[in-house]
Every structure is written in structure tokens, then in C-alpha cells.
């Protein structure tokens, strides 16, 4: 293992803890606006498997570090906090499209060549996979009620901004490294196109339209395909 792998793959671990633990937080703080027991339910369980994988990745991380991932962890979140949605509707929003692109970012490790992470990557996938659409379903059927009018567009492109942001920038020296060494799959700008594609049909269906992504202050690939 040469040093830039190591130093690689203790950044993809720092980042990954921070990504499951901001979205416990973010998730705990949105039980608050929830108005149905069944929904209510859902997120309390969906929190606590946020924070189950968050504990697998700090117990791998301390396996291959030594080290607690929590300093770590903490002062990026102290640094760079994931906002908490201030209502159900934005809640929702934050379902939809946070968790939704860090499932998306999760999938490019899938086949990781160090074989720790990959297995761990591997197990919160696939419990990651069977709760991807309830956010899409809830958004939808909010933004078709009329009530949210004048606040779904701005939401959307809050969260997109920050979903987008789980894939790292595009086209990067790291980006081609972690690809050469097989860490991951694919550049970040794939993922982002891929990711795009599959929320067109719930953006059309709700009547949302995408920014330009300078807007939200996007580093994108030229040719991202952003047409619905």
C-alpha cells in the first residue's frame, strides 16, 4: 500500500463518517415537523440506521487508522454543517435529494479494491436501496397540492446544491487516481450525470425546473445533459 493510497482511503473514510452522522443529525432535528405517525415512524428508523453505519465506518476507520474518526468528523462538521430543514415540506425535500445523492455517490465504491471498504460500503447499500423512493413519492405529492408554491423552487435547488455536493469535483487528479487504483468506479461528473437523470421524472411531475448550475455555485462537467 504506498502512502497516497493510504491517504486516499483515510480521506474517503473521514468523508463518508461525516456524510452519516450529518444526515442522523439532519433527520433528528426534522422529527420535529413530521405530521403523521407512519412518516414519523419511517425517519426514526431511517436515523437509526444512519447512525448504525456511521458506527460501522468509525469502527473500520479505527481499525485502519488506530485512531477514533470522531475529532475528525466533528470539526468538519463544526466547519462545514448540513443545514436542518426548517418544515415538513423541506424535510422532505431533504429526503429526496441529499440521501438520494449519497446513495448515488455510495454506489461508485461498490467494487472498491481495498476490501474492507468495499464490504462495508457494500452492506450500507444495500440497506440504503430499499428506502430511496419515499422522499421522491412525498415531494411529488406535496408539490402537486398547490401549497408550496412559492417556496418548492428555491427548497429544490437548495437540496439539489447539496446533494450534487456528496460527488466531489469533477475531473480531478484525485478523481483519476482513486479511478486508476480502483478505489472507485467513475468520475464525479458521471455520477452527477446519472444522478440528474433519474430525478427528471419527479422534477417534471412536481413543476420544478433546474438552475444553471453557476447559480448554485456547481462545479459540472460542459456537458451535462440538464433538459427535462
Known amino acids: 500500500m504506498t502512502p497516497e493510497y493510504r491517504r486516499t482511503l483515510v480521506q474517503m473514510m473521514e468523508s463518508q463518517a461525516y456524510r452519516e452522522l450529518a444526515a442522523a443529525q439532519m433527520f433528528g432535528y426534522g422529527l420535529q415537523f413530521i405530521p403523521e405517525l407512519k412518516h414519523l415512524k419511517f425517519l ?19 481499525s485502519f487508522t488506530g485512531q477514533s ?4 468528523v466533528n470539526a468538519r462538521l463544526k466547519d462545514k454543517p448540513v443545514p436542518f430543514a426548517q418544515s415538513w415540506f423541506e424535510l422532505a425535500m431533504a429526503q429526496f435529494l441529499y440521501d438520494r445523492g449519497g446513495f448515488w455517490q455510495l454506489q461508485e465504491y461498490e467494487t472498491c479494491s481495498f476490501e474492507p471498504y ?16 419515499l422522499g421522491m413519492q412525498i415531494v411529488v ?53 446519472d444522478f440528474l437523470t433519474d430525478i427528471k421524472p ?14 448554485m455555485g456547481l462545479e459540472c462537467p460542459k456537458g451535462l445533459d440538464w433538459s427535462l
Open 118 to 133: 468495499r464490504k462495508t460500503i457494500q452492506k450500507i447499500v444495500k440497506e440504503e436501496r430499499g428506502h430511496q423512493d
Open 141 to 193: 405529492e406535496l408539490c402537486k397540492s398547490g401549497r408550496f408554491e412559492d417556496v418548492k423552487q428555491p427548497l429544490f435547488e437548495k437540496w439539489l446544491r447539496l446533494g450534487m455536493l456528496s460527488f466531489g469535483r469533477p475531473g480531478t487528479a484525485g478523481n483519476q487516481y482513486a479511478i486508476g487504483v480502483g478505489l472507485k468506479k467513475r468520475d464525479s461528473g458521471e455520477v452527477m450525470q
Open 69 to 72: 474518526v470522531e475529532p475528525a
Open 202 to 215: 419527479a422534477v417534471r411531475a412536481s413543476g420544478l425546473r433546474f438552475p444553471a448550475p453557476e447559480r
Open 44 to 62: 426514526t428508523w431511517h436515523i437509526t440506521e444512519e447512525m448504525e453505519h456511521y458506527e460501522d465506518v468509525a469502527k473500520m476507520y479505527e
